[in-house]
């Protein structure tokens, strides 16, 4: 059952060909035989989901309307709230956090039936792009347990690699969901800025955050927008756009078909990589696409750009963690000033220091121009570069990563860890939609995947294509042999 | 302001360990003398590779305000008030309360020294 498609799950629940007890017994038997070794869950909902599940049980039974999400297991990443449960943003500083209410896309799912499997790992509040800065656990890549599953949501794209959710959310920042997408073997999408909401997410850099899902299959991460694309009132950068709705390849590329490619940008890529892009590109072309170059020069500076913008964001954002409301205060503290100084000291881990004292700096008296204004001129000439590249074709292909999953501690200093997302800022730079789908394996057997862009909007077109492109290759139906593990 | 060389150029900063302990005390992070002296190792790399943006012409270039396309700011709701979160379940998650409120050190004292 695990190897279904959630479209496959749903309907076979809906037939009455499996009950919803059925599913979530078959699913949390599955997390609590392979979590052990993989480590992508914080917290299982073994006890809610059963409740959940019963009660979707006695709606069918009832003959009561049945959500599009009807018996599809779904995991969290724990940046999300869900009411009622710890939400930690893999941070020691709210350990104790139990959310006083759903995000507004977890709030969809339940209301669509999706059955809630638990809260999966990441980075300290999504800073990261390893997991390895989770404050509680770490989670392996499945395809090889001494490798490092990608970040931040890395809990999220381990969980449905090894099939213990069908479909997970996670956010994705500067490369958050694309990254262990392409690492895991799996799809990741990062819709639009503003299409999903944010509400009761919480933020890392409010320019850039973005949620989305996780799946083997392109026509899952459709069936999942169709729920979670939405308009939302709590949320003001919220798209007003009528809700996310698939489209035809054919109907929509049939005719016309354009692949821009950033050649200049691709110069470096390791040949292993390289051969798998190319490869991919000629996928792209036996759909009718026609390959045409594009000048995305500019993203060369990507990581500096996002490195001021986004540490600037956080350092604002994070602010909000005093130890007077919510979270943990330190019990050392004995003055108001104190209560500040400790609980962060203590709640914090090591990279989210370093990187609120980075936008505090970019952000300090005298520096403001040189750095964060100077980056936000850059980053409006990125999204004019892309404007001028998306009046010459329909989709930007790029890789994913230079290469595929590291090992744990090789990337020991920050700047080689930031490096790891040359190739995915871009699209939270300029707000596109972008999706990473599973292209191959480098000859040692890590995954990679394949990256598409489109403009703003075109969410559904990007999701076309990536269905177009699975119909014809068969890299999302291998699946992890857990390395190092038992399977 | 923070010290800034004046000889170099306008984008060459000097991070000390001076100019650190001054940020942490601005964003309240504290930091161990251990910590300090790697954070300023990692720092300068960052600020070094940061500085590539100088080279980059942005002469009559207007910074990026709204990332969302067609609009030049953050679009707004209307100003409606409304219940959002009880207040029984805000509590829960504050470290500390008493009689409906959150609850922190003293703040004001007398000029006696005596806490209010």
Known sequence: MHSLSAVEIRNRFVQGEVSATEIAKHFLERAQNIDPQVGAFLELFEAPMLEQADRLDAKRRGKEPLGCLS?????????????????????????????P??????????????LLVGKTNLDEFAMGSSCEHSAYKTTRNPWDLKLVPGGSSGGSAAAVAAEMATITLGTDTGGSIRLPASF??????KPTYGRVSRSGVVALASSFDQVGPFAYRCEDLEL??????????????????????PISFAERFGKSFRVG????????????SRAIFDRSLSSMEALGGEIVEVDLSLLSSSIAVYYILMTAETSTNLARFDGIRYGVRSSQATTLDEVYDRSREEGFGDEVKRRILLGTFVLSSGYQEAYYKKAQKVRQLIINQFETAFQRCDVVAAPVST?????????????????????????????LPALSVPAGHLNDGRPIGFQLMAPQRHDAEVLAVGRAFQAITNYH?????MKGGIL | MLARSKKKSFYMT??????????????????????????????????????????????????????????????RRDDICENTLDRELFLKGAPSFIAGLVRVPTILKSKEGKEF
């Not at chain 1, 950033?262 to 110069?267: A, C, G, I, S």
């Not at chain 1, 139906?477 to 042999?481: C, F, L, S």
Request: aromatic letters at 8%.
């Open chain 1, 71 to 99: 018996g599809v297991p779904i995991g969290i990443k724990d940046i999300l709230n869900i009411r009622g449960h710890i939400t930690t943003c893999g941070s020691k500083f709210l350990k104790n956090f139990v959310a």
């Open chain 1, 184 to 189: 895991c073997g799996i799809c990741g999408f």
């Open chain 1, 261 to 272: 490619v950033p050649w200049q940008f691709l110069e470096g890529l390791p040949n292993e």
């Open chain 2, 14 to 75: 000097e991070v000390t360990e001076e100019n650190l302990t001054h940020l942490a005390k601005l964003c309240r992070i504290r930091c161990s003398d251990k910590e300090r002296n790697a954070l300023l190792k990692d720092f300068r790399q960052i600020v070094d590779y940061v500085e590539q943006l100088s080279k980059i012409d942005t002469e009559g270039v207007a910074p990026c305000s709204c990332v969302t396309r067609g609009h030049t700011q953050t679009p």
């Open chain 1, 403 to 431: 290469g595929g999953a590291f090992a744990f501690g090789a990337k020991k200093d920050p700047l080689s860890m930031y490096l790891e997302d040359i190739y995915t800022v871009g699209a939270n730079l300029a707000g």
């Open chain 1, 224 to 245: 999942i927008m169709q729920v979670i694309g939405a308009h939302c009132q709590k949320d003001s950068t919220s798209l007003p756009d009528p809700d996310f709705t």
């Open chain 1, 101 to 114: 209410f759903d995000a507004t896309a977890v709030r969809r799912i339940r209301e669509e039936d999706g």
């Open chain 1, 477 to 481: 139906n291998e699946r992890p042999t």
